[in-house]
């Protein structure tokens, strides 16, 4: 397949070619090696200047301040609508690919146990173990896919959504903002 793709764009039209000019057949690969001296003597110069360089220093971390992000980072709040969503995808990712890596190895067993076994797991039961794998690795996948859509929440008008006004007591608790 790739050497068809690859063959017609090598075909050459030869009532195209200029009888004058020489076929070239070759393609001078970009290298230091062919150019003239003096550039070979520059690039070996300024590559062996760069390499024994001393290297920039990096900004000291210590545990304690990797300790103190990630606290952070576990105890921030995860609520807001948008990174709700975003673990939620990203959990479901992981699912997909703790799945496949389960459906991987069951069939890695069961060709096993095909070629070393007179016992097969085979008929109603090796059957609905797959169908109920791959069911949950195309729910998975479709979850996935749901939540990494962008849904816009953050850049919402609050105004436009409804609101309540009532008192305690009293009638319906939302109103429909109807100003849209």
Not at 14 to 40: A, E, G, H, M
Not at 111 to 117: E, I, P, Q, T, V
């Amino acid at each position: 397949m790739n050497f068809k793709d690859l063959q017609s764009r090598c075909i050459l039209d030869i009532s195209t070619v200029n009888k004058i000019d020489k076929p070239v057949y070759y393609f001078k690969p970009d290298t230091f090696l062919l150019d003239d001296p003096d550039r070979q003597r520059y690039f070996r110069e300024s590559l062996l200047k760069k390499i024994s360089a001393m290297p920039k220093p990096e900004p000291i971390t210590y545990l304690g301040d990797e300790m103190h992000r990630a606290f952070v980072a576990t105890v921030a709040d995860q609520s807001r609508p948008t990174i709700c969503k975003r673990n939620l995808a990203m959990y479901f990712k992981r699912r997909q690919y703790a799945l496949q890596h389960l459906k991987y190895k069951m069939l890695c067993r069961w060709a096993h146990l095909s070629m070393k076994s007179s016992q097969l797991d085979t008929g109603k039961d090796a059957v609905f173990l797959y169908g109920k794998l791959e069911y949950s690795i195309e729910q998975a996948i479709n979850r996935a896919e749901r939540l990494e859509q962008e849904d816009y929440f953050d850049i919402a008008i609050p105004a436009n959504r409804p609101n309540t006004k009532a008192e305690l007591g009293e009638g319906s608790l939302y109103v429909e903002n109807v100003d849209l």
